[in-house]
């Protein structure tokens, strides 16, 4: 059974940190691009980062120089780094694995004084 499960969310007060980790199970992740997703309220899921089986990594406009993707496939995990976080961060990311096109549940990240 394939399983993503994300971990690190939490309340961090405007221009803090967070670390996301996304761990997979039941499947190599090291064949895929993979994903962060994020969705606020109201809005539509949109995609954060991606990072490619070689680790070339890409970025939503507003999250450049900000944001850290990065991959772990010994260990079967993904990490976004973030900092300098921005209450317009505030939603829900999700863990994507492209290609077999599996997610993961979501944890909430809130940006808020």
């Known amino acids: 059974q394939v399983q993503l499960v994300e971990s690190g969310g939490g309340l961090v007060q405007p221009g803090g940190s967070l670390r996301l980790s996304c761990t997979v199970s039941?499947?190599?992740?090291?064949?895929?691009?993979m994903n962060w997703y994020r969705q606020a309220p109201g809005n539509e899921r949109e995609l954060v980062a991606t990072?490619?089986?070689?680790?070339?990594?890409s970025y939503l406009d507003s999250v450049k120089g900000r944001f850290t993707i990065s991959r772990n496939n010994a260990k079967n995990t993904m990490h976004l780094q973030m900092v300098n976080l921005k209450p317009e961060d505030t939603a829900v990311y999700y863990c994507?694995?492209?290609?077999?096109?599996?997610w993961g549940q979501g944890t909430q990240v809130t940006v808020s004084s």
């Open positions: 990072i490619g089986t070689d680790g070339e990594a």
């Open positions: 994507h694995l492209d290609g077999p096109n599996y």
């Open positions: 039941g499947f190599i992740m090291r064949l895929y691009w």
